[in-house]
């Protein structure tokens, strides 16, 4: 166990919808992470914030979005849906900036399926 | 652009024997690190070993050693007397800095241990 956490574990949606992921860090751990992973383009990088200011962006869809609160968790918005966003998402979590140092750790992953 | 090349998609190994999981990487940059994740059947990703690319001996973690070849741009990670656990995907993973972050992941290669 990571210390990282996710919810839900899984979600099954609709094209067109809009969905929430959300993830609560480490104790002490002040950057978040989103990643995907869907089956023909392994683990890509979303995004990432650090305490509460977005830090670094990675192949993030205008349709996607993400915000860090005050006690740290983070929640990850996926709207207007496709079916290829179907796909594991992944939050991870680290103490510092995200510097060359700075070990992620990863959550169990949501589950999201769009019929 | 960045890039990290996993070339083998699947592996397997004997119980007790050693294997060795190759992967590459193309940068520009000359401060980097890099990263071995495993991804068990569970989907949580585990931090097996990492590697300062300013450091020129190989990483170690108990079974688990790095074969770090800057100037090749080779990372190849070997297993020694590999245990029926160590079955999981793996993944090669580079994080560097360059005005921003970025974490590139390689595609992976399933293990699989042997009885």
């Known amino acids: 166990d990571s210390g990282v956490t996710q919810t839900p574990k899984h979600l099954i949606t609709a094209t067109g919808q809009r969905v929430t992921l959300r993830c609560s860090p480490r104790?002490?751990?002040?950057?978040v992470y989103w990643y995907q992973q869907s089956l023909d383009q392994g683990l890509q990088f979303l995004i990432q914030?650090?305490?509460?200011?977005?830090?670094a962006k990675g192949n993030i869809l205008e349709r996607f979005s993400a915000q860090q609160f005050p006690d740290l968790h983070s929640e990850l918005n996926l709207s207007s849906l496709e079916l290829g966003d179907s796909a594991l998402y992944f939050c991870?979590?680290?103490?510092?900036?995200?510097?060359?140092?700075?070990?992620?750790?990863f959550g169990p992953g949501t589950r999201l399926t769009v019929l | 652009a960045q890039t990290v090349t996993q070339s083998q998609p699947e592996m397997s190994v004997q119980e007790a024997e050693t294997v060795t999981l190759s992967c590459t990487y193309d940068?520009?940059?000359?401060?980097?690190?890099l990263f071995w994740y495993k991804q068990p059947p569970s989907r949580q990703m585990i931090l097996v070993i990492r590697?300062?690319?300013?450091?020129?001996q190989n990483a170690t973690e108990n079974r688990f050693s790095v074969n770090f070849q800057k100037a090749a741009k080779s990372f190849s990670l070997k297993i020694s007397d590999s245990q029926l656990g160590d079955t999981a995907m793996y993944f090669c993973?580079?994080?560097?800095?360059?005005?921003?972050?970025?974490?590139?992941f390689g595609t992976g290669t399933r293990l699989k241990v042997l009885a």
């Open positions: 991870a979590s680290s103490v510092g900036t995200g510097g060359l140092s700075d070990t992620q750790y």
């Open positions: 104790s002490g751990d002040l950057s």
């Open positions: 590697q300062e690319a300013y450091k020129q």
């Open positions: 914030y650090y305490n509460g200011e977005e830090r």
């Open positions: 940068t520009s940059e000359s401060n980097y690190y």
């Open positions: 993973a580079f994080i560097h800095t360059s005005g921003t972050y970025k974490y590139i």
